[in-house]
């Protein structure tokens, strides 16, 4: 993948958290109504992703027609949140909450409605608050073998207190 976004070379180890999802189970969403991950989200993505080992989560999306930007094509800003959000519950492995503050997309290969995408979220590491995360994503194919990245992503994200963070939209929220 080629980007300008740089990672610093002095991270801390990403640390998993004490009491979060086993490697294998499912990364709960952090709000149901979220447009990238939320179950009962109207029009959402309804993005799920898998705990892996260590910091990092893996999942799928299949490339719905209602995801169509050019021609045939996934739009840009559909796939940047998509990115967003796996990197996003990727780091919820950290037993933390952070928003993201920067996002940086490698549109390597345009990604024909239809496709399914396997998606790699990782975190890299941390800094005081700041964490940086990247993620790629990949066409599988009828046998689910995985082939070249057709895109990717680096994330930074800043870990907030949530209560302090929401605290003053939570009730813009959509109810349920
Ligand atoms: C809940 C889980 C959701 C997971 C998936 C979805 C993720 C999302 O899409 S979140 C939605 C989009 N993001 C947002 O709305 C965030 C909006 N931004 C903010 O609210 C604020 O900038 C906020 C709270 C993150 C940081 O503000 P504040 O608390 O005042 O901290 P601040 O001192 O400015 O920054 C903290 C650190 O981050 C760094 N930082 C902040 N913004 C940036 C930036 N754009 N670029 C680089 N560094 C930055 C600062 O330099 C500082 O670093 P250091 O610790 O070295 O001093």
């Known amino acids: 993948m080629r980007t300008t976004f740089v990672v610093p070379d002095d991270l801390d ?16 969403p952090h709000n149901p109504m979220c447009y ?8 959402g993505l309804h993005l799920s992703m898998i705990a892996g080992e260590g ?3 893996t ?15 996934i739009h840009g800003g559909i796939l940047a949140s998509v990115f967003d959000e796996s990197m996003g519950l ?32 990782r975190v890299l590491g941390t800094r005081r608050r700041q964490v940086y995360a990247e993620a790629t994503a ?14 990717g992503a680096h994330g930074l994200f800043v870990i907030v207190d949530p209560h302090a ?9 959509q109810k349920e």
């Open 59 to 73: 999942g799928e999306l299949l490339v719905e027609p209602r995801f169509e930007g050019g021609p045939g094509v």
């Open 138 to 151: 990949t066409v599988l194919g009828a046998d689910r073998a995985a082939g070249e990245p057709v895109a």
């Open 165 to 173: 963070h929401f605290g003053p939209t939570r009730d813009l929220g």
């Open 36 to 43: 990238g991950c939320g179950p009962r989200s109207p029009h």
């Open 90 to 121: 990727g780091l919820m492995l950290m037993g933390l909450t952070a928003v993201t503050v920067v996002l940086d997309i490698d549109y390597a290969r345009p990604v024909p409605i239809g496709t399914r995408l396997r998606l790699d979220a």
């Open 55 to 57: 910091v990092t989560a």
């Open 13 to 28: 180890a990403p640390r998993r958290g004490d009491d979060v999802v086993a490697p294998g189970d499912t990364i709960p």
